[in-house]
Every structure is written in structure tokens, then in C-alpha cells.
């Protein structure tokens, strides 16, 4: 009951409608228990009529009528509930979506490593969907169970103490074998979950790399690694079909047989004249009522475990402990730092806390306006320093100062702000030009974006495409070679104009001819800015006012291209490596 009492506690701003609509359908309710009375009073007035003509055929009409308009309203009360329901229901599910959707924001980049993006959506939906069942549910059943049984029993403890009885201890029984039912039931559910989340997410993983699947030929692997986890939830799903309906049969057998113990009883009695014609109608159509409550309740019961199961991942995420403040409003540019520093003062970092340190005591500064390169092997820490100055990741000790203000106390909107960046994954959405270059911009003119185009050299090519800005690149920018996906990373950060710039292997897509022809927009990117570069080809980093050399996650060189070129150390070495393959290559091919 744990994920219930949360269930409740979240939908709270929408418990005041909730209750309303339980109102509304327990008045249906109570119209609908009203109609056995009706059909007792139509019954002894005709018994009446045949016994000693002493019936009233008009007032039988207006019983008639009674019930006609007892009908219509329940009718009436059923259309409005079940709009009103379905109102409640499309609010819930946006209400549920955002606060599932702005808590991810907020959840340390650590989750994120370590989870299938297609699994946690897996749980998004699955939770929202009990939720709403269980809400669903709530509204439709409690309120009118609760009553039916009360109203029921109590009139048939009025008419006779054994029947009565009788239906009284129906309830605990009832209820005992639906709680075992769907308490082993909700056991191996959560075993089908966690099968369905990793199906759900191998399918997202494929679909995704589909060019990688087909490349490889491991169709025939994939379909059937989902195949056979898809086998396992179909073991667990008969397990579970099983034990329910061998269950349900003995719950409804054992039904049955008290509830035609109790009609024999009301037919004993009417047949001795201690119950009138209309009387054992009222019962027996009490005693049919009776199965309603009954089978609600076992329905509660299982839409209980059924949200009890189906939201512990909602809830095992919502759980998580925020690490961000999620701000919905952009920071205004006049309270953002116009010429930034940064400074790493003896900062060490690992992914976890058992793991092995990345980063190791690494101290160095940065002042504005100057261009920084990150130089070493893969590996070596590099995208690590990358992803604590965007504040993706916690130091786990020393400190980082943004103009010798510690990051311990900006936010990190703060942090970011400052930030424009290119990264070496082509990051772009799937829909237009227009939005992927103005991305995180808010509203911005066409003369801004193609302005940002041009000078990433990226205008030509966008103005063939069918649409121009308005062309759909499809999924993370397939329809879109590897350099254009790169100069549309480009234009965007042109066009955030953050004072500090982060190139991520910016040109590593890019042809030698299509290189040359944006260095002059990096440049002019870069004028003014502090910028960080990381880049494995030495010729983009030439003119870095200050080199980085990163090797096993110490700071092992600190200086200008010239002057680590002529040191013995990781710089040199790569250097080496790459003049001696170019003249290699220009030696085959005698290009001297």
C-alpha cells in the first residue's frame, strides 16, 4: 500500500474533482438501488389486485413512471460522470506527465549513464497508466461499493436476519480469496515488468542504431534476444493466468452456492407467508444487486496491486534525489557575466565511489577571452573536464570557480548560461532546420537563424534541402551528411553567443576542403570568448593561446603549441605520430 498512499498524495491537486466525481456516481448508485423498491411496489399492488381486487392500476403508472425517471436520470448522471471522468482522467495524465518529466531534468547525469532512455519511458507510461486506472477505479467503485454493501445488507437484515447473515459473511471471504488472487498475482508481475523494460529498451537501442544493426547483420540475433525475453514474460503471464482463474473458480463456485442458499431461504419463507410476492422480489433482486459490490471489490483489490506494481518505477524515479533546480525561465543576459574565468583548483573525480578516481588533483586557470585546447590519449579525462564545467557532474573534492566564484554556489542554469556548445556526437533533434539551429533560444527572426547559417558555412546546403529552414532532418539528423549535422551544431552556437565556448572535436566530421571553410567561422565564433577546445587533429589547435596536456587524468603540460612541441612528453608524441602519418601518406603517393 506504500505506492497507493503516494498515488493519493500526488494526485492531491486534483482530489477536490476526484471526490466530486465519487459524489456524482454514488448518487447513480443510490438510484440504482431505488429500482428493486420500485419493482416491490408495482408487485404487491398487483398481488393485492389479485387476491381481493383491492389493486390500483394507476397507482402501478405512476410506479411505472417513478422508475422511467429514476432511468432517464441515472442515464443522465452516467453520461456526465463519465465526461467529467474522462476530463479528470486527461488531466491527470498531463499532470502526471510533468511532474515525471520536470524531475528527470533535475536528476544527477550519473542516472542517465547507467539507463536505457526506452526503458525509463517504458516506466513513464506503464506508471501513468495504473495511476489512471487506479484513479479510475477510485472514483467508479469505492464510494459505490462501500454504500451498495452497506444499503444491501442492511435491507436484507431487515427482512430477514438469516439472509442477512448470510450475505454479511459472503464479504469476508470474498474479499480474502481476491487479496490472495491478486497478491500473487502483483509478485510476478513485477517480475514481467522488469522483463517488458528491458524488451521495451533493447527495441528503442535497435531502432535507433538500425544502420549499425543492418551494417552488422545482427537482425536475426536482435529479433531473437527479444524473442526469447518475450518467451520468459509469456511463462510468467501463464503462471499468473493459471493461479487467477483456478482461484476465480473456487471465489465464484463458493459465490454461487451461498447466494442460492440465501434464495432458497427467501423462497422457504414466501412460501410459509412470511415474506408478500413483492418482498422475495426485492430480495432476490437485492441478492443479484449483491454481486456488484462483491466483483467491485475484487476489482479494487486488483487494480490496487495492479497500481501497486505498475508504479513502483514511476515512483523508484520519482524517489530519486534531485540534484538540479529546474528553472522554466530563461536567465535574463543582463545578469550573466560578460567576460568569464574559470579555474579548476586541485579537483579529483570518479564516476562512482568505488570506482577508480578520473580525474586526479588537477589545477589550472583559464582567463577570459582566451582559446584552451585539451590535448592526451582517449581516455586521459578530457570529455570528464568537459562535463564538470557544464556542472553535469559534482568534484568529488577541490573546487571550480566561474570568476573566482565557486560553483558550490551558482545554480547550475547560472553555469550553463555562460556556455555555448559543439559537441563531437551529432545532437540534434528530429524536426526542422529552423528549430535545431534556434534551439534553447526562445523566439528568434529568420534573419537571425540564416545569419547563423552563413557564417557556419552551412546556408548553401540548407537552401537546397526541400522546405529550406523548414526541412525535416529526421531522427538525431539522418537525412543529413556527417559534416552538415556538424555546421548545424555550428550555427547554433553561433547563435546562442554564449561568452564561453565549448568545441567538443567540432570539425572531426568534416572533410578537409568543408574544415578549411569553417575555420574562418570558428574563428569568428571564438573572437572574444573563452574558449575550450578538444581535438585529436594538432592542425585545429594551432593557434590555442594555451595547451592542456591531459594524460591518466593528471595535468601533465601546460603551455603554447610551440613551446610543448619542442618538450619530450604526450604532446610531442602525438605530434610525432601525426606529421609522421601525413608524410608518409605524402610519400606514397610522392607529394613532396
Request: hydrophobic share 40%.
Amino acid at each position: 500500500m506504500k505506492n497507493i498512499q503516494k498515488i493519493i498524495a500526488l494526485s492531491k491537486p486534483l482530489c477536490a474533482l476526484t471526490w466530486l466525481l465519487s459524489l456524482l456516481v454514488l448518487v447513480m448508485s443510490i438510484l440504482q438501488q431505488a429500482q428493486p423498491f420500485f419493482i416491490k411496489f408495482i408487485v404487491d399492488n398487483i398481488q393485492l389486485q389479485l387476491t381481493n381486487q383491492q389493486g390500483n392500476f394507476k397507482t402501478v403508472a405512476y410506479l411505472m413512471l417513478g422508475l422511467l425517471v429514476v432511468n432517464l436520470v441515472s442515464s443522465i448522471l452516467n453520461s456526465l460522470s463519465m465526461r467529467f471522468g474522462d476530463y479528470i482522467n486527461s488531466r491527470l495524465r498531463r499532470y502526471l506527465t510533468e511532474e515525471f518529466y520536470s524531475h528527470v531534468f533535475t536528476l544527477p547525469q550519473k542516472y542517465f549513464d547507467s539507463e536505457i532512455s526506452g526503458k525509463i519511458l517504458n516506466q513513464l507510461v506503464r506508471g501513468i497508466q495504473s495511476i489512471q486506472d487506479f484513479m479510475g477505479m477510485f472514483t467508479n467503485f469505492v464510494l459505490p461499493a462501500i454504500f451498495q454493501s452497506i444499503f444491501t445488507v442492511g435491507i436484507l437484515f431487515y427482512y430477514s436476519g438469516p439472509i442477512g447473515l448470510l450475505a454479511l459473511l459472503i464479504f469476508p471471504a470474498y474479499i480474502y480469496m481476491s487479496h490472495y488472487s491478486t497478491k500473487k498475482w502483483g509478485v510476478e508481475e513485477m517480475k514481467k515488468n522488469r522483463l517488458e523494460d528491458i524488451t521495451r529498451g533493447r527495441i528503442s537501442e535497435v531502432i535507433g542504431n538500425i544502420r549499425l544493426v543492418r551494417g552488422f547483420m545482427a537482425q536475426a540475433p536482435e529479433w531473437k534476444l527479444v524473442s526469447k525475453t518475450l518467451a520468459k514474460v509469456n511463462q510468467i503471464y501463464d503462471r499468473q493466468s493459471t493461479t487467477y482463474h483456478l482461484i476465480n473458480f473456487f471465489r465464484e463456485f463458493s459465490l454461487e452456492l451461498v447466494l442460492i442458499l440465501i434464495s432458497l431461504i427467501t423462497f422457504n419463507q414466501t412460501f410459509k407467508g412470511q415474506l408478500s410476492l413483492g418482498e422475495m422480489v426485492l430480495i432476490l433482486q437485492l441478492i443479484n444487486l449483491l454481486r456488484r459490490p462483491l466483483f467491485a471489490m475484487s476489482f479494487i483489490l486488483e487494480r490496487i496491486q495492479a497500481a501497486e506494481s505498475g508504479s513502483k518505477e514511476y515512483f523508484t524515479i520519482m524517489d530519486l534525489k534531485e540534484e538540479e533546480k529546474l528553472n522554466l525561465l530563461a536567465l535574463p543576459k543582463s545578469k550573466l557575466i560578460s567576460r568569464p574565468s574559470l579555474h579548476f583548483d586541485q579537483v579529483s573525480f570518479r564516476y562512482d565511489t568505488t570506482g577508480n578516481e578520473v580525474l586526479k588533483k588537477i589545477s589550472f586557470k583559464i582567463p577570459s577571452g582566451q582559446t584552451v585546447a585539451l590535448v592526451g590519449h582517449s581516455g586521459a579525462g578530457k570529455s570528464t573536464i568537459i562535463n564538470l564545467i557544464l556542472k553535469f557532474y559534482q568534484p568529488a573534492s577541490g573546487r571550480i570557480y566561474l570568476n573566482e566564484r565557486s560553483y558550490n554556489h551558482l545554480s547550475h542554469q547560472f553555469v550553463r548560461s555562460h556556455i555555448s556548445l559543439v559537441f563531437q556526437d551529432n545532437e540534434l533533434f528530429s524536426t526542422t532546420i529552423r528549430e535545431n539551429v534556434s534551439y534553447g533560444m526562445g523566439k528568434t527572426s529568420d534573419q537571425q537563424i540564416i545569419s547563423a547559417l552563413k557564417k557556419a558555412n552551412a546556408y548553401d546546403f540548407v537552401m537546397d534541402l526541400p522546405g529550406k529552414l523548414d526541412a525535416q532532418i529526421g531522427e538525431r539528423g539522418v537525412k543529413l551528411s556527417g559534416g552538415q549535422k556538424q555546421r548545424i551544431q555550428i550555427s547554433r552556437a553561433i547563435m546562442r553567443n554564449s561568452p564561453i565556448l565549448i568545441l567538443d572535436e567540432a570539425t572531426s566530421s568534416l572533410d578537409s576542403k568543408s574544415e578549411s571553410a569553417i575555420q574562418s567561422a570558428l574563428e569568428y565564433l571564438m573572437k572574444n570568448k573563452l574558449t575550450i577546445i578538444i581535438a585529436h587533429r594538432f592542425s585545429t589547435i594551432q593557434s590555442a593561446d594555451q595547451i592542456l596536456v591531459i594524460d591518466q587524468g593528471k595535468l601533465v603540460g601546460c603551455g603554447t603549441p610551440a613551446e610543448l612541441a619542442k618538450q619530450p612528453g604526450v604532446y610531442s608524441e602525438l605530434l610525432r605520430y601525426q606529421i609522421s602519418g601525413n608524410e608518409k601518406l605524402l610519400a606514397k603517393y610522392d607529394l613532396h
